[in-house]
């Protein structure tokens, strides 16, 4: 399994950005996947999910109403649109795949290598 | 929101130390707990899911145990490669929070 993240950079505060993580070696309709992010000499934040489907999402309160996961089964690709960024956005950007076909993770066990979106003017 | 507490925060070992990490969380979790090892500039890496079970191509020297609201990551034997920050998550309500984090050092 290998999971590619790309789209960070650094974009000015109320500026916007979207992820992309491409997924291979899975069958990635399968599993729900997952935005993690890590900021600048803190610990992991879970920020949002999604369904093999798609059609089920959910969101940290820290990004709710500004974030958008969203996903291209035929493309193997995960997405996150991210509005109104802010400094404390200033983060690596992980995407995790779900251990498990459950209604909920038992864990996250494929990680991309993370992508660094900076807010800063 | 489950709030996930670790402890210590970090801590000096040896090589051939057994370490342990405990995480505690704010109700219980029925045992889905998930810990994880992660180095600078690399992905986390998940090493124990149900609190106990071993992820496939983990090294037995790792453990986990616990129930209810307690639970411990057990390094029996530390070695070099071991030495980096670990992370419980719980993923038994979402949002599926993780603990602040522990780093073992040198």
């Known amino acids: 399994v290998q999971l590619l993240e790309s789209g960070g950079g650094l974009v000015q505060p109320g500026g916007s950005l979207r992820l992309s993580c491409a997924g291979s070696?899975?069958?990635?309709?399968?599993?729900?996947m997952n935005w993690v992010r890590q900021a600048p000499g803190k610990g992991l934040e879970w920020v949002s999910d999604?369904?093999?489907?798609?059609?089920?999402?959910s969101y940290a309160d820290s990004v709710k109403d500004r974030f958008t996961i969203s996903r291209d089964n035929s493309k193997s690709t995960l997405y996150l649109q991210m509005n109104s960024l802010g400094g404390e956005d200033t983060a690596i950007y992980y995407c995790?795949?779900?251990?498990?076909?459950?209604?909920?993770?038992?864990?996250?066990?494929?990680w991309g290598q993370g992508t660094l979106v900076t807010v800063s003017s | 929101d489950i709030q996930m507490t670790q402890s210590p925060s970090s801590l000096s070992a040896s090589v051939g130390d057994r370490v342990t990490i405990t995480c505690r969380a704010s109700?219980?979790?029925?045992?889905?707990l998930a810990w994880y090892q992660h180095k600078p500039g690399k992905a986390p890496k998940l090493l124990i899911y149900?609190?106990?079970r071993l992820e496939n191509g983990v090294p037995s020297r790792f453990s986990g145990s616990g129930s209810g609201t307690d639970y411990t990551l057990t390094i029996s034997s530390l070695q070099s490669e071991d030495f980096a920050t670990y992370y419980c998550?719980?993923?038994?309500?979402?949002?599926?929070?993780f603990g602040q984090g522990t780093k073992v050092e040198i």
């Open positions: 149900g609190a106990s």
């Open positions: 070696g899975l069958t990635f309709s399968t599993y729900a």
């Open positions: 109700q219980g979790i029925s045992n889905v």
């Open positions: 995790a795949k779900a251990l498990g076909v459950g209604p909920s993770p038992l864990g996250f066990d494929s």
């Open positions: 999604i369904s093999p489907g798609g059609d089920s999402t």
């Open positions: 998550q719980q993923c038994f309500s979402s949002p599926w929070t």
